[in-house]
């Protein structure tokens, strides 16, 4: 079981984002080893009605989606959610089984004729082509995928975006600042770990600007973490602002992927 965080209060945040008009809140079972669900807990079982819930599942069973479903209901102290999603489509992953009759999507289809969930949907981040055959192939209601100035996300912004514009989905971003460790953002460590779902960047933005990135694109939501009220009040007030346009967009790609002026 893992312990809250020491360095902030991931209640306290939660309930002042409420309070910021943000609405859409994103969770897993493996982020914090149910952790995450744990704290949202805490808040749902107060403002359920305030909040558009968004859980996932790595499972790829009928059988282990269901049993995944249930556990993440308890820990959130809900009856149920707003979206629940196949968590994190993998390059070379047998798309195919998750449509038969003990596959995951049969559990999502199941949960949502029940009405425990309204829409369903799949996320990932590994294959831009990957992510393009699992829209394709199944009835999502949504798809929560990657998008920022830097170039190896470039092909889900112009595979993916568009494909999934033209069936309607509601498309969600993630990744907005380089991962989990924010890479991208000025003040956070410009290296990042290594792992293929985080970005380095020769040049770092302010977040306030790679948050105004995305949202220039044709997306329903931006997924952005926070670990401070600042951070908090940093993202709220950039997405008060106008969004960059096609030509700031170009431009923040160009300054961000310019590894000769990163040089000393």
């Excluded at 790595?58 to 999603?85: C, I, N, P, W």
Aim: hydrophobic share 40%; net charge positive.
């Amino acid at each position: 079981k893992e312990r809250r965080s020491d360095k902030f209060d991931p209640v306290e945040l939660a309930n002042a984002a409420i309070d910021a008009g943000i609405r859409y809140f994103d969770s897993a079972p493996s982020y914090g080893n149910g952790q995450s669900e744990r704290n949202y807990g805490e808040l749902l079982a107060h403002r359920r009605k305030e909040v558009f819930l968004a859980g996932k599942t790595r499972q790829r069973t009928y059988d282990g989606a269901m049993r995944e479903f249930e556990e993440s209901l308890k820990r959130l102290r809900t009856d149920h959610v707003d979206l629940f999603q196949i968590h994190g489509a993998r390059a070379g992953e047998d798309l195919t089984a998750w449509g038969k009759p003990d596959g995951v999507f049969k559990a999502l289809e199941k949960l949502r004729d029940e009405k425990l969930t309204r829409f369903i949907g799949v996320t990932g981040h590994e294959s831009a082509d990957v992510m393009c055959r699992a829209i394709t192939m199944y009835d999502f209601d949504t798809i929560l995928t990657t998008f920022n100035p830097m170039a190896k996300r470039r092909p889900y912004a112009q595979k993916v975006l568009p494909l999934a514009s033209r069936k309607g989905l509601g498309i969600l971003a993630m990744k907005v600042m380089g991962g989990a460790l924010g890479s991208l953002a000025i003040g956070n460590p410009i290296k990042n770990d290594g792992k293929p779902h985080h970005d380095d960047a020769p040049q770092q933005a302010a977040a306030g600007e790679l948050i105004r990135y995305v949202l220039g694109l044709p997306i329903s939501v931006a997924v952005v973490g926070m670990s401070s009220l600042e951070q908090l009040r940093v993202n709220v007030a950039a997405a008060r602002e106008t969004p960059l346009n096609d030509q700031q967009r170009t431009a923040l790609e160009a300054r961000m992927n310019d590894t000769v002026a990163a040089k000393p």
